[in-house]
């Protein structure tokens, strides 16, 4: 993923950099930085990925597709920096860094996360995205609902309750689907959104994308059990020390890497009708469920 | 404004019900009664007063207006909440009842703010407000530049900032027009962008929203001067006694009781091509500035 991961760092670089845009009266410094520190220097970038290489497959403007990209990125950061928080899961490091209120302090951290949401609406809802403000529109709309109430931030909600209950294997797959499923599966159909695809097509790729952020979470699952904090970058053990479902933890690592194997055979399927085109991007559900970081 | 703020409130009981929308897993009742409590019951509803009115200027469809003016509102209360954060203001008491972090807890805070801050622009992207995509998409642009680094939370950090140094009066306007002003600005752009005013027009109105957002931050300081904790709702005297900037602070009430005769004069001037129709426009201008509460 790394050639899609360098072109979006440069279109981030540049959107957060020191330059005011027009109309702007101030940038304000500090915040910037605290927003940078968020969003550059590394990351998987893999809902930047998916949205590249689903738009490649429509072939839509490269440039737009990073667009897109980057406010994928820029609202992925902003869920990352709030999730860190005191208040929310009290992390000090993220990516092998101090996280965003350690490396600066709190109320910082609260405004990045807040300008990072805000920032990728603004690039959606910029002209320089695309052209046809339908298009737009709806990928404004779909961003929208997959990060909202009915989305992310209703999946750290119920996340956030699961603390206290023990959740069955519907409760956590309806979580984990508001979490960070819905986030996916629209980083895909972004794609195929700024692609102009045929209903059909844009149906086949929502789930696609569904699959891929299910292997991804069972993978992270896996990977929270097994591996090593150093590997990851960031707290390892945290979900099942603090007694939060997952699916790994109510049936154990076997029968979720078997799960896996199906949704990798799943997404090769989906993938099928597109050809040679689409092979980088099963090639990439392969890498999210064996990943081993 | 009570007839706007009564028809603002049942879109936002509406929007922030119990059922699920097309799409949606589940709905997360605690977040959902956490965002009803940040938004229902109270606020003078000025945001979208502003943008109903503007939009009636311009014969633009009334339930649209409401649905734009219910978007500023949510957008509003995002920065409320998280305003009144510890980390930031430490607030317990916004109109007159507990801020959202006392009434459920920080977490739920966190992340009831960013949920309205996405509630925002899914309203406004949703075609339900407006069958153009080029409206929806102006209009989440407008409000993603009125709210983001280059506004609402930019401004907001520089008020963090602000509280170290003892800025001057163009650092102090610069700060005001970014952290209140640029919304209350957009509102009314919001109104000229729904029923599609002339560009000549909607520069005009530009300009009024921000006659109208500097009268409206020169009253409350004034207020925040005079006035009294159980006539506000909320903590007084906080900016001066933090040593933060206010032109109050800088040159005393009568200046600053004068430069408020003088925007109403101007934001009299901006209306009188619009004549009778504008003339509850004008008494909002007037409200503003002498408000009490």
């Known amino acids: 993923m790394s050639g899609a991961a360098t072109a979006i760092e440069r279109v981030l670089d540049r959107v957060l950099g020191s330059n005011p845009r027009e109309g702007e009266i101030a940038r304000p410094v500090r915040l910037i930085e605290a927003m940078r520190h968020a969003t550059l220097g590394g990351g998987k970038r893999l809902r930047a990925f998916l949205a590249v290489e689903t738009a490649r497959l429509f072939e839509a403007n490269g440039e737009s597709a990073l667009r897109v990209g980057a406010a994928l990125e820029c609202l992925h950061a902003y869920s990352l920096v709030h999730d860190d928080l005191p208040a929310m899961d009290d992390d000090d490091l993220r990516r092998g860094r101090p996280t965003v209120h350690r490396a600066f302090d709190e109320a910082t951290a609260i405004l990045a996360g807040d300008a990072l949401q805000t920032l990728a609406f603004d690039l959606l809802a910029d002209p320089a995205t695309d052209a046809d403000p339908q298009v737009r529109s709806d990928l404004v709309l779909g961003l929208a609902r997959a990060s909202g109430l009915g989305g992310m931030a209703g ?130 559900a392969r890498f999210v469920a064996i990943r081993e970081a």
């Open 155 to 284: 999946g750290q909600m119920l996340d956030l309750q699961a603390e206290k209950d023990t959740p069955d294997e519907a409760a956590i797959r309806r979580l984990q689907a508001m979490k960070t499923g819905a986030l996916i599966r629209f980083s895909c159909e972004a794609g195929a959104i700024l692609g102009r695809a045929t209903a059909e097509d844009r149906d086949r790729i929502r789930r696609f994308g569904e699959v891929i952020g299910l292997a991804f979470q069972l993978a992270d699952d896996i990977l929270d059990e097994t591996a090593t904090a150093e590997a990851l970058g960031k707290a390892t053990g945290k979900d099942s020390s603090r007694g939060k479902g997952t699916l790994v933890g109510l049936y154990g690592v076997t029968p979720v890497r078997a799960m896996l194997d199906g949704l990798v055979a799943e997404a090769e399927e989906l993938l099928a009708p597109f050809g040679a085109r689409a092979v980088t991007l099963a090639e990439a």
